[in-house]
Nanobody, 114 residues
């Protein structure tokens, strides 16, 4: 069964950094593109970073500040977030890309204070 468990969120001041982790099971990082998504209050969930055998891609809003990486042997996905802004406040989720709709985890809350 596919399962994603996100961790590493928290409260941080504007300009600060956080590193998110996602432990995945039931899915192979060797064959599956993975991504980080986020959902802010009142907004739709959006993809912010993806990683595949072809490389990495980022949304314009996080490009140059966030870095996605993965440990394929351990099936762990990471998101290094630097220069955080209040508009980065959201619940962050990991999932495959395209997302497996039935298998969203609980997410991890990131709150950036100004």
């Amino acid at each position: 069964q596919v399962q994603f468990v996100e961790s590493g969120g928290g409260l941080v001041q504007s300009g600060g950094s956080l590193r998110l982790s996602c432990a995945a099971s039931g899915i192979s990082f060797y064959f599956t593109a993975m991504a980080w998504y986020r959902q802010a209050p009142g907004k739709e969930r959006e993809l912010v970073a993806r990683i595949s055998r072809r490389g990495t891609d980022y949304s314009d809003s996080v490009k140059g500040r966030f870095t996605i990486s993965r440990d394929r042997a351990q099936n762990v996905l990471y998101l290094e977030m630097n220069s955080l802004k209040p508009e980065d406040t959201a619940v962050y989720y990991c999932n495959a890309d395209p997302a497996l709709g039935d298998y969203w985890g609980q997410g991890t809350q990131v709150t950036v204070s100004s």
